[in-house]
């Protein structure tokens, strides 16, 4: 079945670090989503790209949709606290999603 | 009430025990989803419903029984559960399912014991 490969796994950051973080997959996806998932809570969407090439902002967060539609980015820039959760990608095309395993950031003061 | 909302937002059961999961979305949307997220594991899909019709059953076994009496409303019903069952068990919805954004609800956290 289809897979996402999405990295690092996890991530200690000190609070105004830049943060990078990428889903790969050997499936072409028409559509990308990436997920802010916080304890307790269900994942929140945060940035979603419809077009190959598309680079879209969220406030202190940037991603693109990889020219080859296989991969995606998400970069947060000045990481502060309330940025700590698992932040999950989302490749889509017909009607599934597929979900990539959730990179796990830390950010400390 | 705004977005998703899920009910319980805890729930710990014994494995001959009935108990049903409840799902309702306020964004008008006509698709629903269920699924299940174990520690360390993707999400994993287990059901999906357009207008109220189920399109989708991700060779879930037979003691989760989905049931969605109209496109605002969706539940899961349990019966004899597995330990190996206890996760947290998301309920999502779309405008459509295909193209479209899944918005989630907080989820309910299961425990089986």
């Known amino acids: 079945g289809q897979q996402l490969n999405q990295s690092p796994q996890s991530m200690f950051i000190q609070e105004g670090e830049d943060v990078s973080m990428n889903c790969t997959s050997s499936?072409?996806?028409?559509?990308w989503l990436w997920y802010k998932q916080e304890p307790g809570e269900g994942p929140v969407l945060l940035i979603a790209?419809?077009?190959?090439?598309e680079l879209t902002s969220n406030g202190r967060l940037t991603a693109q949709f990889g020219i080859t539609r296989k991969d995606s980015f998400l970069n947060i820039s000045a990481s502060i606290p309330s940025d700590v959760g698992i932040y999950f990608c989302a490749g889509q095309n017909t009607d599934k999603l597929i979900f990539g395993t959730g990179t796990r950031l830390q950010v400390f003061p | 009430e705004t977005g998703v909302t899920q009910t319980p937002r805890h729930l710990v059961m014994g494995m001959t025990n009935k108990k049903s999961l409840k799902c309702e979305q306020h964004l008008g949307h006509n698709a629903m989803y269920w699924y299940k997220q174990s520690a360390k594991k993707p999400l994993e899909l287990m059901f999906v419903y357009s207008l109220e019709e189920r399109v989708e059953n991700n060779s879930v076994p037979s003691r989760f029984s989905p049931e969605c009496p109209n496109s605002s409303h969706l539940f899961l019903h349990l019966h004899t559960l597995q330990p190996e069952d206890s996760a947290l068990y998301l309920c999502a919805s779309s405008l459509r399912t295909s193209g479209n954004e899944q918005f989630f609800g907080p989820g309910t956290r299961l425990t089986v014991l």
């Open positions: 499936s072409i996806f028409n559509t």
């Open positions: 790209l419809y077009k190959a090439g």
